[in-house]
């Protein structure tokens, strides 16, 4: 359903080299080359709701089943670990909005694999974690925003940006512990809109913690949704 014309129609980037091994690509505008792709260490044997490792990727693990979290699934790439931390580092920090295209293409690639094999399915819509006002005006592009744009597109998922929003600038999360985080982040979301039976996946480029996650799901279950994934490029283990 999801054809390769769809996204090789809407992915230009300027360069025609892989930007993890520098060799010429045959596709310019896929950024990664088939090698690198293949040669990826991703997240296979990892607890389908936490994407910590674990003994099955399709049973809960045992931190999961006493505590369940609220959304049903995480999906990612990858460990947050090079060459991919990397990549994500230049992207936000370097200016290097073009590699959007490529991080989008990355996740759809790993998401078709389950997809066919049946692991999961589309759902109705993705929300991106929002970035406050001030720090989109610093970088010049919300990171999240310009990955989501794409995949939405290629999965014919409704995305509207801004439905999700910041309410007050916070603390970055690194360093805190586990009841700092949530201090810093309560009442820092605000959501509009009817999710009511919607299936919605909430995106991130990195989830490190699940304390956003975890207040992002909360407001749309609130919200009716039916259920809530997460979706990242990496997965911090
Ligand atoms: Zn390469
Ligand atoms: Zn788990």
Redesign the pocket.
Known sequence: MFTKTVFTKTMLTMVGYCWLCHQNLYFAHHGICHFCWQSLKRLENV??????P?SSRDL?????LKEP?LWQRIIAVTDYAPPLSQLIRRYKYHSTPQLAAVLARLFLLHWLQGYRDGRWSKPDCILGIPLHRQKRWQRGFDQVELIIRPLARWLQCQYQPNLLQRTRATLTQRGLSAAQRKTNLKHAFQLRGDFTDQHVVIFDDVITTGTTLHEATQLLIHAGARSVQAWAICRTL
């Open positions: 607890c389908p709701r936490c994407s910590l674990a809960p693990c045992g931190r999961c979290p």
